[in-house]
Nanobody, 120 residues
Framework: QVKLVESGGGNVQPGGSLTLSCAAS????????MGWYRQAPGKERELVAL???????DYAESVKGRATNSKDNGENTVYLQMSNLKPEDTAVYYC??????????????WGQGTQVTVSS
């Protein structure tokens, strides 16, 4: 069974920076994509950043220029660096991965989530 361990959340002042990390373990299935979604109170879960095995990364418009998602394929780990944080970045951030099993079937897995609060 896939296990995603997230770390790095917390309280940050507006304009500050943080780095979230997520390590995947427990499965020999191939990881195709790995990244982050977030969910603010009363809002739907939304994409933040998602890195694919082809080297491309998708970013939400709201974080472009402020976020960098780095995927370490050898360690099955992804790092989200965010700068110039705004109060509207406050949310629970969920690690996400898309995998492919030995039968060629795709499936996805979510982390437990880590709270990020941007406030003065």
């Amino acid at each position: 069974q896939v296990k995603l361990v997230e770390s790095g959340g917390g309280n940050v002042q507006p304009g500050g920076s943080l780095t979230l990390s997520c390590a995947a373990s427990g499965s020999k299935d191939s990881i195709n994509a790995m990244g982050w979604y977030r969910q603010a109170p009363g809002k739907e879960r939304e994409l933040v950043a998602l890195s694919h095995n082809d080297g491309t990364t998708d970013y939400a418009e709201s974080v472009k220029g402020r976020a960098t998602n780095s995927k370490d394929n050898g360690e099955n780990t992804v790092y989200l660096q965010m700068s110039n944080l705004k109060p509207e970045d406050t949310a629970v951030y969920y690690c996400y991965t898309k995998l492919r099993n030995a039968l060629g079937l795709w499936y996805q897995w979510w982390g437990q989530g880590t709270q990020v609060t941007v406030s003065s």
